[in-house]
């Protein structure tokens, strides 16, 4: 009697343990999640979720909506872990937009991510940037004539979720034309918001020079973007030059219209502010951007 009382106690024992380390272990599964990857493939199809095999000839991935998805290895562009919000609630990916660090002319504390760089051709010349770390990026702009040439860095620091501070400086050089005409514009930077949707403050001091002395003004500028991740957006820039006697203003609203990750269009029509005045500008403003 004394064994089967044994015995009985043990097993009770023996699956209560057993019950408790497998409810642990789900308790524990609920916070470990996989790693999420977008990959994009030779043909431009994104596919969205774990990897399951990665190898040599193939990889496979688990999507949501086509179950699992072999790829062969040469036809990968790139694979990516996703970060944080670039899942929506319905569990969509929404890619963060690449030109969401520009507006018209004006730049924002937003980073370009370390290769991400672009082209962007608009109605004055051309201009490519580039990603070179993961805070860290450089530029170079200049007119179809090649006048001025002007080299741009920006370094980016993330201050809070919604918040970005960013500080960097054009310098450039009057070219061919004016070889001694020498300019520098450092920055300063401060962004609310997402990638998407934001409100961007700026400030510098602009100097140039053409061998006689430097001669220099205060700058500031607000800018923003409202709906940067979908197809359609506002684009808002501005500059502002204060004075003694009179304060200029140029006020540029815009459209930003995108197709797809890699390419987009806006255009904007400007006007200029001085003594209470406008004058529009008679020739819209229009840029075409380019991922390199």
Same mark, same amino acid.
């Given at each position: ?8 106690? &043990? ?9 408790? +380390?497998? !409810? ?6 609920? &916070? ?7 990959? +994009? ?21 688990? =999507? ?39 507006? #018209? &002319?004006? +730049? ?53 979720? !919604? =918040? ?24 300063? =930077? ?10 961007? #403050? ?14 220099? +003004? ?17 684009? &808002? ?9 009179? =304060? ?30 406008? #004058? ?13």
């Amino acid at each position: 009697m004394n064994k089967i009382k044994y015995i009985l106690i &043990f097993s009770i024992s023996f699956l209560l343990f057993l019950g408790n +380390t497998v !409810n642990a272990q789900s308790d524990t599964s609920e &916070f470990v999640r996989s790693k999420i990857y977008v990959v +994009t493939a030779m043909n431009g199809g994104i596919f969205v979720g774990p990897i399951i095999t990665d190898n040599a000839q193939v990889l496979v991935i688990k =999507t949501n909506d086509r179950g699992e998805v072999s790829i062969p290895k040469y036809q990968v562009k790139s694979m990516k872990e996703l970060e944080e919000g670039q899942l929506n609630k319905d569990g969509e990916y929404v890619s963060d937009p690449l030109f969401a660090t520009r507006y #018209f &002319f004006t +730049t924002n504390s937003f980073p370009l991510k370390k290769g991400d760089n672009y082209f962007c051709k608009n109605v004055f010349g051309p201009e490519a940037h580039f990603g070179v770390g993961e805070k860290f990026g450089i530029g170079v702009m200049t007119s179809w004539l090649a006048v001025p040439i002007i080299g741009t860095v920006k370094y980016s620091i993330n201050l809070s979720e !919604n =918040t970005n501070l960013g500080v960097g400086a054009l310098v450039g050089t009057g070219s061919w034309a004016f070889p001694k005409v020498f300019g520098a514009l450092p920055f300063g =930077t401060l962004t609310f918001g997402t990638r998407r949707s934001n409100i961007n #403050f700026s400030a510098g001091y602009g100097a140039i020079s053409d061998g006689s002395g430097p001669e220099g +003004t205060a700058l500031f500028s607000v800018a923003g973007a409202i709906g940067g991740g979908g197809k359609v957006s506002f684009v &808002f820039d501005s500059f502002i030059v204060p004075g003694s006697q009179s =304060t200029i203003a140029l006020i540029i609203p815009g459209i930003r219209l995108q197709s797809n990750d890699d390419k987009a269009f806006q255009f904007a029509f400007a006007a200029a502010f001085n003594d209470g005045d406008i #004058f529009p500008l008679p020739i819209p403003l229009a840029s075409w951007f380019m991922r390199l």
